[in-house]
């Protein structure tokens, strides 16, 4: 069993930046890839960013320039830096994780956070 949690949400104004963290706990074995998506009311849930275990990364047309995924492979955790942040970034932010728990027989599992809200002001 593995549980992620995000931090660092909150309301910003416009231009502004924010730092977010996820960070993966439980019956952990390895984290292959990671990413954070978000969902905006009314909308559908879109990819902001992945991240794979070596680092390579991709990021949504929307906010390539602006925002930074990283993630430190020793403390399970992933993290979001978001700069220059616009009103249409406002969303529910959501971490995910395709993890191999230690369990058997071991698979991969994919997990989601419980979101945090990012809300920005114009």
């Known amino acids: 069993q593995v549980q992620l949690v995000e931090s660092g949400g909150g309301l910003v104004q416009a231009g502004g930046s924010l730092r977010l963290s996820c960070a993966a706990s439980?019956?952990?074995?390895?984290?292959?890839?990671m990413g954070w998506y978000r969902q905006a009311p009314g909308k559908q849930r879109e990819l902001v960013t992945t991240?794979?275990?070596?680092?390579?990364?991709n990021y949504a047309d929307s906010v390539k320039g602006r925002f930074t995924i990283s993630r430190d492979n020793a403390k399970n955790t992933v993290y979001l830096q978001m700069n220059s942040l616009k009103p249409e970034d406002t969303a529910v932010y959501y971490c995910?994780?395709?993890?191999?728990?230690?369990?058997?027989?071991?698979?991969?599992?994919?997990?989601w956070g419980q979101g945090t809200q990012v809300t920005v002001s114009s």
């Open positions: 995910n994780a395709d993890i191999l728990e230690r369990v058997w027989p071991q698979a991969n599992v994919n997990y």
């Open positions: 991240i794979t275990r070596g680092g390579s990364t």
């Open positions: 439980g019956n952990i074995f390895s984290i292959n890839a």
